[in-house]
């Protein structure tokens, strides 16, 4: 019989692990639809930020992004390739909440305000939201996508399900 | 193990990347990958706030587009200069154009009446029908939702690249954000639906 400790340990780890993928995923899933759903406007968005002065560069990012997004939302919700995508989520995210923050930088001095009552639509496709918000929003993202790196989340996975089957004819 | 998350990493970007560029390609929102969508607004984005104003242009929003109307040899047209237009009978004989430069559900929600629909991120759906009319037309007034929305600029962009003079186009800058106050109606759905909103200043 396992002790308390053990099975606490056994079950509430994977579980959280499904939890963490589904949740991540669903993120990329929504963000990546309501953007894809209006390029144009993530486009205006994305333009604000100055971080791309070439047209192409910036075009590629505004149509390629949202679709890349609900990719990478299919892939963690399903469990394939979850590590992989939980690397991309990361070298995502990292850049723009680095550029969310320069941006909120930028807007907290023009108009005199704290930079928590710092509010604008990032591009986030979460539409206007407090900056410190969404600053804390992105970190748990990251840590999720943290955590799904180093292995959490395997269990009901789709690869590994079918890894499982096809040994079973091997 | 880091070997493998690197590989299949490379392989979510592979696979996603396609992905994208196919879901792009189908869907009728899709951009195109090769447009410059803000030809006119090349040097100055109004949207844009500075850290530091005093290394900018010290200039408000407002302040970058009409500069920018200026350099672009446009004309920048103030709320009581578009009431008289819009009662001017050279509008019925097409000879004075309204264009909105939204996009197409923000016009059917409401739009200045008989107002042409020329949404500057779609242009080639708009070309075919309002080309022929802004060639024909001695005076073209051009808006978005006004503020810092520079779409009526880029729409005024589009239509010199393709001959027509900056001359004749007025930028109406207090856009549909002002039309209202003027008292005004608003025509919903398409162009000469004969459907009004009542003005609500």
Redesign the interface.
């Known amino acids: 019989m396992t002790s308390p400790r053990t099975f606490s340990r056994a079950t509430w780890r994977p579980t959280a692990g499904i939890l963490a993928r589904w949740v991540l995923g669903a993120t990329y899933l929504y963000t990546g639809c309501h953007k894809a759903l209006h390029p144009v406007d993530f486009l205006k968005l994305l333009r604000q930020y100055e971080l791309f002065h070439s047209a192409p560069a910036l075009d590629t990012i505004a149509a390629l992004l949202p679709w890349f997004e609900v990719a990478c939302g299919l892939l963690l919700v399903a469990g394939v390739a979850v590590r992989g995508t939980a690397l991309v989520s990361l070298l995502m995210l990292v850049p723009f909440t680095t550029a969310v923050f320069h941006r909120a930088l930028a807007l907290k001095s023009a108009l005199a305000l704290p930079l928590c009552a710092v509010k604008f639509d990032c591009g986030c496709g979460t539409g206007e939201e407090f900056v410190c918000h969404k600053l804390l929003e992105n970190f748990l993202l990251m840590g999720l996508s943290c955590w799904l790196l180093a292995g959490a989340g395997r269990k009901e996975s789709l690869r590994y399900a079918l890894k499982e089957d096809a040994s079973q004819f091997l | 193990m880091l070997r493998?998350?690197?590989?299949?990493?490379?392989?979510?970007?592979l696979?996603?990347?396609v992905?994208?560029?196919a879901?792009?390609e189908i869907?009728p929102?899709?951009?195109?990958?090769?447009?410059?969508?803000?030809p006119a607004a090349a040097g100055a984005?109004p949207?844009?706030?500075?850290?530091?104003?005093a290394s900018s242009t010290n200039q408000s929003p407002a302040e970058m587009l009409v500069s920018e109307i200026k350099t672009r040899g446009l004309q920048l047209a103030v709320s009581n200069q578009v009431v008289a237009w819009f009662k001017d009978p050279r509008r019925q004989t097409q000879k004075l154009i309204f264009i909105d430069a939204r996009?197409a559900e923000e016009y059917q929600a409401g739009h200045v009446p008989g107002a042409w629909l020329f949404d500057p991120?779609h242009p080639d759906q708009y070309f075919a029908a309002i080309l022929p009319v802004c060639q024909a037309a001695e005076q073209i007034v051009v808006y978005c939702h006004g503020g810092d929305c520079d779409d009526s600029l880029t729409a005024a962009g589009l239509l010199q690249d393709v001959g027509i003079p900056g001359s004749k186009i007025y930028i109406y800058g207090g856009g549909m954000n002002e039309w209202p106050a003027t008292g005004l109606p608003l025509e919903t759905g398409a162009q000469n639906s004969g459907q009004f909103l009542k003005a609500t200043p």
Do not use: K
């Open positions: 493998n998350i690197l590989w299949e990493s490379l392989l979510v970007v696979a996603g990347s992905f994208a560029l879901a792009n869907s929102r899709g951009l195109s990958l090769t447009r410059n969508y803000f984005n949207a844009v706030v500075r850290e530091s104003p996009n991120y």
